[in-house]
T-cell receptor, first 115, second 115 residues
Framework: NAGVTQTPKFQVLKTGQSMTLQCAQD?????MYWYRQDPGMGLRLIYY???????DKGEVPNGYNVSRLNKREFSLRLESAAPSQTSVYFC??????????????FGPGTRLLVL | AQKITQTQPGMFVQEKEAVTLDCTYD???????LFWYKQPSSGEMIFLIY??????QNATEGRYSLNFQKARKSANLVISASQLGDSAMYFC????????????FGTGTSLTVIP
């Protein structure tokens, strides 16, 4: 049971290049999320997927696209990277425990530097 | 609009003592959920505890408890019997019923446990 996995762990891009961040979870969770974390700040939601086949914008969606490929996988794409997208990106999944409490798990993060 | 405020940028606590990390929130949603996360220096994000706005009792998870005061719109995290491994950034977050699965995070509190 690996939880939430993300690839790659580190990436350096030049302005204008594109890339896709991959995320997968093996906990059969319905909801998945992409966040970014900038220095000295909390997380900001980029996109989320409440269930397979649905995606919705979060607080900071501009410059990003997502795909919920299946229940396990949720990818984040930067079509034309900009220096302002330099950040640490976290993928997460969430669902409810048998006791009705919500829980959430995060991947290890991807550190992205755009030059 | 949803807003989470953490007014303590840094806190110190003696090992084995209890510490309270403050969180206040603002929302007009009739129901909502409150979350606390821990982020060690290694960078991963760890979910700690969840409180639903209609839960009758304050949430507890091991050494973590949430002091939920709905009228004051506060959701403070209490860590009992602090350990050196508790040194980390702690983030408070909220999810409202009218914002789907969106999460809103505070800016965090840095906790240092002193031996």
């Amino acid at each position: 049971n690996a939880g939430v996995t993300q690839t790659p762990k580190f990436q350096v891009l030049k302005t204008g290049q594109s890339m896709t961040l991959q995320c997968a979870q093996d906990m059969n969770h319905n909801s998945m999320y992409w966040y970014r974390q900038d220095p000295g700040m909390g997380l900001r939601l980029i996109y989320y997927s409440a269930s397979e086949g649905t995606t919705d914008k979060g607080e900071v969606p501009n410059g990003y696209n997502v795909s919920r490929l299946n229940k396990r996988e949720f990818s984040l794409r930067l079509e034309s990277a900009a220096p302002s997208q330099t950040s640490v990106y976290f993928c997460a999944s969430s669902d409810f425990k048998p006791n009705g409490k919500k829980t959430q798990y995060f991947g290890p993060g991807t550190r992205l530097l755009v030059l | 609009a949803q807003k989470i405020t953490q007014t303590q940028p840094g806190m110190f606590v003696q090992e084995k003592e209890a510490v309270t990390l403050d969180c206040t929130y603002d929302t007009s949603d009739p129901s909502y959920g409150l979350f606390w996360y821990k982020q060690p220096s290694s960078g991963e994000m760890i979910f700690l505890i969840y409180q639903g706005s209609y839960d009758q009792q304050n949430a507890t998870e091991g050494r973590y408890s949430l002091n939920f005061q709905k009228a004051r719109k506060s959701a403070n995290l209490v860590i009992s019997a602090s350990q050196l491994g508790d040194s980390a950034m702690y983030f408070c977050a909220m999810r409202g019923s009218n914002t789907g699965n969106q999460f809103y995070f505070g800016t965090g509190t840095s906790l240092t446990v002193i031996p």
